[in-house]
């Protein structure tokens, strides 16, 4: 025969009310005769109930995420270890929004950008300066065969062999997009 409600209530320290709730939801079983074992009482509620949310909270057990699943931004986010208990999944539920809404400010405030569109940007402004390159020597190769006294198109067929060649070697280093 274990106590009664009202005298695990005074054992836990809060309401009779309280203990009921906690019957109810299903976070701590009676006995039999709807009695409770105080002990086994005590280790479920413990289990099943949820830290209260004034003052300072209890941390519950966990251990912490290998670098490498660990999400962008916080190393030292952490999983529950074991059995997961009601406390524990809220808490990696309100450390994930918490990531979220991190990100979602972080692209809010200018400081994130889309990979896609940075990449597409990046290739635009690469295919311009190369543009640019292959257009030079048609430009510049009358000027300079004047200056130096020598034909036009021969100056002209040689730098474009040496701008092709140069853009072949660029072309040739591939960019690390992380």
Do not use: C
């Not at 074992?37 to 966990?62: C, F, I, K, L, Y």
């Not at 940007?121 to 257009?135: C, G, I, P, S």
Request: aromatic fraction near 2%.
């Amino acid at each position: 025969m274990g106590l009664s409600i009202r005298a695990y209530a005074r054992h836990r320290g809060v309401s009779d009310a309280a203990v009921r709730k906690a019957i109810a939801a299903g976070r701590i079983t009676p006995e039999a005769d709807g009695t409770l074992d105080a002990a086994r009482a005590d280790a479920q509620w413990s289990r099943n109930t949820e830290a209260p949310r004034v003052g300072t909270r209890t941390q519950a057990a966990r251990a912490p995420v290998p670098a490498e699943s660990a999400p962008t931004g916080d190393a030292t986010a952490t999983l529950p270890t074991g059995g997961a208990s009601l406390l524990q999944a809220r808490t990696v539920n309100e450390v994930v929004k918490a990531q979220t809404n991190k990100v979602r400010l972080a692209r809010l405030k200018g400081e994130l950008v889309d990979r896609n569109q940075a990449i597409a940007h990046v290739f635009k402004l690469a295919r311009t300066e190369r543009d640019a390159w292959l257009n030079w020597p048609a430009r510049i190769s009358a000027q300079m065969a004047a200056r130096l006294g020598v034909e036009p198109h021969t100056l002209h067929v040689a730098l474009e062999a040496a701008v092709r060649d140069h853009l072949q070697e660029l072309g040739e280093l591939r960019p690390r997009v992380e």
